[in-house]
């Protein structure tokens, strides 16, 4: 079955880049799924998928937060990577990976905190 692990700082200062890194094993991140995807739940809040890279390595992103998000991939490394610009408090949330599709959350990442803070 195919698994994914987050891993990066849990730990980023405010106006910093918060930089997220997905490992997928057991699988293609070409072909197991037709696209990947970046959700956080802040503490007490619901959960907010943030954006999307497909097989092709084509992008989408929340109009929220567009502008300060890219997602990208190495597929020599089976990994996707998140990268969150300018952060704040707000940010602060578990960040998971997962496949962008109604999936139950055991096929998603465990999940990773990350506390922006100073």
């Known amino acids: 079955q195919v698994q994914l692990q987050e891993s990066g700082p849990g730990l980023v200062k405010p106006s910093q880049t918060l930089s997220l890194t997905c490992t997928v094993s057991?699988?293609?991140?070409?072909?197991?799924?037709?696209?990947w995807s970046w959700i956080r739940q802040p503490p007490g809040k619901g959960l907010e998928w943030m954006g999307v890279?497909?097989?092709?390595?084509?992008?989408y992103y929340s109009p929220s937060l567009k502008s300060r998000t890219s997602i990208s991939r190495d597929t020599s490394k089976n990994q996707f990577s998140l990268q969150l610009s300018s952060v704040t408090p707000e940010d602060t949330a578990v960040y998971y990976c997962?496949?962008?599709?109604?999936?139950?959350?055991?096929?998603w990442g465990k999940g990773t905190l990350v506390t922006v803070s100073s």
């Open positions: 890279i497909a097989y092709d390595g084509s992008t």
């Open positions: 997962a496949p962008n599709e109604v999936v139950p959350m055991d096929y």
């Open positions: 057991g699988g293609s991140i070409t072909t197991s799924y037709y696209a």
